[in-house]
C-alpha cells in the first residue's frame, strides 16, 4: 500500500513510522533490545514501524492523528530465519 515513487506510505495506508526515543537511554537499550539489533546506533533520522507496537502503545492527539505514547516499547516481531523472533520484555522488577 506504498505510493509507488516514495517510501512513505500511503494516505490510506494504517502504517505510522516513528523515531527512535533517543533522549532516554533506558527506553532506547529496551527498544534495540526488543528489535534485535543491540550493535546498531540508531540515528536522527531513523524509524520505527508501527506493525511492531501493540494497540494499546498509542493515543490520538487533539488533530485526529495516532500518536505513540511516550512510555511504549516495540513488542511485536516477525519471522527470521525461519522462526519466530519473540521480543524480550522488560521485567517489572527491574
Given at each position: 500500500?506504498?505510493?509507488?515513487?516514495?517510501?512513505?506510505?500511503?494516505?490510506?495506508?494504517?502504517?505510522?513510522?516513528?523515531?527512535?526515543?533517543?533522549?532516554?537511554?533506558?527506553?532506547?537499550?529496551?527498544?534495540?533490545?526488543?528489535?534485535r539489533?543491540?550493535?546498531?546506533?540508531?540515528?536522527?533520522c531513523?524509524?520505527?514501524?508501527?506493525?511492531?507496537?501493540?494497540?494499546?502503545?498509542?493515543?490520538?492527539?487533539?488533530?485526529?492523528?495516532?500518536?505513540?505514547?511516550?512510555?511504549?516499547?516495540?513488542?511485536?516481531?516477525?519471522?527470521?530465519?525461519?522462526?519466530?523472533?519473540?521480543?524480550?520484555?522488560?521485567?517489572?522488577?527491574?
Amino acid at each position: 500500500m506504498r505510493n509507488a515513487r516514495s517510501a512513505r506510505p500511503s494516505k490510506k495506508s494504517t502504517f505510522s513510522f516513528f523515531r527512535f526515543p533517543l533522549d532516554d537511554p533506558d527506553r532506547l537499550d529496551q527498544w534495540l533490545l526488543n528489535i534485535r539489533r543491540n550493535k546498531w546506533t540508531p540515528k536522527v533520522c531513523s524509524r520505527l514501524c508501527s506493525e511492531h507496537f501493540e494497540s494499546h502503545h498509542f493515543s490520538t492527539d487533539s488533530w485526529g492523528r495516532r500518536c505513540l505514547k511516550n512510555t511504549a516499547v516495540p513488542t511485536i516481531s516477525y519471522f527470521t530465519n525461519g522462526k519466530e523472533q519473540q521480543p524480550r520484555r522488560k521485567s517489572r522488577d527491574a
